[in-house]
């Protein structure tokens, strides 16, 4: 400071040659750079309550300020040495680190440059990293605390002064004389202490009759006192500030010198990395607008010339840099902000001009986003969106890359980000409602798509929350789900014959599964460092979630998904000769296949019953219009889940906010009321068409991989709901999903809906055979069920019941049909009537064989109740003009043919 102040020093030339006077200092700095105290050490040593010790100097530096020359050989400066040393016990304070880091950077700052690189140029590789790892010390040295870290030290600086004060005043007054150590010598020795004397450490009044004078009693402590106390904070933080600043500049000054001296020198150039390391590390510390503005030209100049340096030697720096830069990203101030979108901008840029992609950006930035949400209390979402949006609105403008993918490749980044950073963020608000929470689990994953460690994390993640609710068969999806991404990168690092190869073997557990599927142009290939890193991603770690995920499919009884996990998993146990293994393997399949014949036979598999639910007002956000498919244990009834959902939503909304829609009508949203919450729920059903019931012929295959559901809605001409059978049509409506249940959530949305309406015919038609499949289902069921029997055959041809089929038969079956073009489905009518006969009679039959004496009357009272039921309905069923009909229309349409083929 007094050489920068003197005037006869202003010239930059005659300062020069006044920092060769102390060129020794950067050779002693080097020299003591194991002794440098960055300040963590010494905050150690402050929780420790080692404070009070002094620091020395050790003999090295002692004789190298005393005038021992500053070069060395090279041999001896080596990290390896350097870092197989231990710190000495006479480590610098911080105070003395940083007067000494003072004297080095004004000597580095006030030489010419041509000097120094002349210098550096001939300095030994690992002389000049030297230089790299103590400006890295004085980057955390000279970073800026703030007010409050001032105030704390200033205190802690009061009370150490304080106490040398009293130990010097205790000096003073006595209290370490040589009487007292006569005294402490004399009790040591057993000769005790002479009557009358009171011993200095006794404390009390006695000791107080010594004084010839007391020091709280004399006018100068106030002023004393005043001079000790901690110096003005504004003004102080003032200097630190300006010191902070004028130190980073000097810093980065000279790392852009090393970068023009490594350039000109092959033998140097791996010390770009160590000055990439300094670059990131001052990036990570508090700086002013003003340095942070040249910190990021200096490193966009350096990812310009050096592209290759970051995406394929410091590959581990360049996930350091978009975690930095990201940070600055959500900074609130415009400047810094601006500065920040710039750099990562220009480094998706490089990327891409490398080989047409920036994949590892992406997924840098991705992994960036997550750790900066998670950990970073200062993080700030709005000012992070508008960052986003400026870096799209850099690509967009980016006339020399119009005409390629990187406009669109930087929007699609950008959407994830903004839709990664929206569900994190809405975790916190929807902790209590199940459904949301794991949609935005699962929205999160799918952001980390092309990360496959963090979309790992995210999937196990929502397995745990699955247990925790005891929903089994959802945490196995999740397990199939991670073992297919597993399985898909292991494919890609290497094809052994008894692995999967990749997440297509895994489709007969689930169609969903291809969604792991790594065919993106953004998957970054697993030989990359830093990918693939997680233990999950090794044979081991494949087994490992295969044997949890067939844990999980026994736990919520679907056996038959078990066996198809193993399936995968034996060939493993196989190639490895695990014959242990494999006996537990065979073992546990049959124990499941096992219980799939007892629980078949008892009819107790229930796997879930289904609804669709549907949101209606402003007050659902992103939920309004929205309909989903939930998934609910086994045998819960629609108040049930009702009256969840309405005590959910009326907590957050209010009571009177939230109503819901009792029918299944479709909703006008223009008749809803504005500031109300609805909510619409209708049961649901799987649904087949013909050709898919060949294949889904037991209970499981027709309660697994569900993707289209369907519930009836009656309705009349008129609008009412119900009327007469002649006047009652049917509107099917059949839901279509986004993804197969069961899935790794328990709703789905739903992505498509087809209405079918059924004439009032179509109905009768449905129901006669709905009654006919019951009685073919009694009577055929092994071992036979009396009391379901009797309970169908009540329902068909009781005498409480008994106009039920008769009355369809009667309203449809006594008159032909005007519109001739029905007459096919009043055939249909009249052929299902007879095939429901049939199967009463057999049902009978059946009857007859499984009661006891005390139910022959029983027996009798329905065979009469059925003679009188085939009496009226043998009429209408043999009706010649329907026959006749028919027989003519065939007659008609194979002429036709005929005419047509000739």
Known sequence: ASHDCDPRFSDPEIRSHVAKLYLPIIGIVLDSLTQLNDGTTEQKNNNKGQDDQPATISQSVAMA?????????????????????????????????????????????????????????????????HVLEVLMVAVSCFEYRGKRRLKT????????????????????????????EMLMRRKVSGLGVPAGVTSPTAGGMAADTRLRWRKDLTHWKELSEQADRPRDTESQAFMQGNLAAEANMIILDTLELIVQTVLVSDSLQS?????????????????????????????????????????????????????????????????TRSHSS????????????????????????????????GSSQSFNEEYLRRSLKTILMYAQEDAELQGTTFPEQVRDLVFNLHMILSDTVKMKEFQEDPEMLLDLMYRIAKGYQNSPDLRLTWLQNMAGKHTERGNHAEAAQCLVHSAALVAEYLNMLEDKPYLPIGCV??????????EESAVSDDVVSPDEEGICTGKYFTELGLVGLLEQAAYAFSMAQMYEAQNETYKILIPIHEAERSHKKLATIHGKLQEAFQQIIKQDQAGKRMFGTFFRVGFYGSKFGDLDGEEFVYKEPAITKLPEIAHRLESFYADRFGQDLVEVIKDSS?????????????????????????????????????????????????????????????????????????????????????????????????VAIEDIQKKTKELFLATSQDPADPKMLQMVLQGCIGTTVNQGPLEVATAFLTDLPDDLSLAKHYNKLRLCFKDFSKKCSDALKKNRSLIGPDQKEYQHELERNYRRFVERLTPLVNDKRIINIMRNTRRDAATGYRKTTV
């Open 342 to 373: 710039a750099s990562l901008y220009l480094l998706m840029r490089q990327n891409f001009e490398i080989g047409n992609n920036f994949a590892r950006v992406k997924m840098q930035v991705t992994m960036s986003l997550s750790s900066l949400v």
């Open 271 to 335: 010390l770009l990395g160590n000055v990439l390391r300094v670059l990131l590390h001052s990036l990570a510390c508090n700086q002013s607008t003003y340095v942070l503005q040249n910190l990021f030209a200096t490193q966009r100049a350096i990812v310009f010339k050096f592209p290759e340096l970051l995406f394929e030697e410091e590959t581990e720096q360049c996930a350091d840099l978009c975690l930095r830069l990201l940070r600055h990203c959500s900074s609130c101030i415009s400047n």
């Open 505 to 514: 073997s895994f489709q007969n557990i689930s169609s969903n599964v291809l």
């Open 153 to 180: 030290l200033s205190s802690q600086s009061f009370k150490k002064s304080q106490d040398v004060k009293a130990r010097l005043e205790e000096a003073i007054l006595g209290g370490i004389g040589a009487r007292s």
């Open 65 to 129: 300020i005393a005038g021992t020359s500053v070069y060395r050989p090279a041999s001896s400066y080596s990290l390896d040495t350097m870092g197989q040393q231990s710190r000495s016990s006479s480590q610098l304070t911080q105070e003395c680190t940083r007067n000494l880091l003072m004297c080095f950077l004004w000597v580095i700052k006030n030489l010419e440059r041509a000097f120094l690189r002349q210098w550096w140029s001939e300095m030994p590789f690992m002389r000049l990293s």
């Open 666 to 762: 479709p909703v006008d949203s223009s008749r809803l009321h504005p500031n109300k919450a609805y909510i619409q729920l209708t049961y649901v059903e799987p649904y087949f068409d013909l050709y898919e019931m060949k294949d889904r012929i037991s209970y499981f295959d027709k309660n697994y991989n569900l993707r289209r559901f369907m519930f009836a809605t009656p309705f009349t001409k008129d609008g009412r709901a119900h009327g007469e059978l002649t006047e009652q049509y049917k509107r099917k409506t059949i839901l279509t999903i986004a993804n197969a249940f069961p899935y790794v959530k328990t709703r789905v949305s739903v992505v498509y809906r087809e209405e079918i309406v059924l004439t009032p015919v179509e």
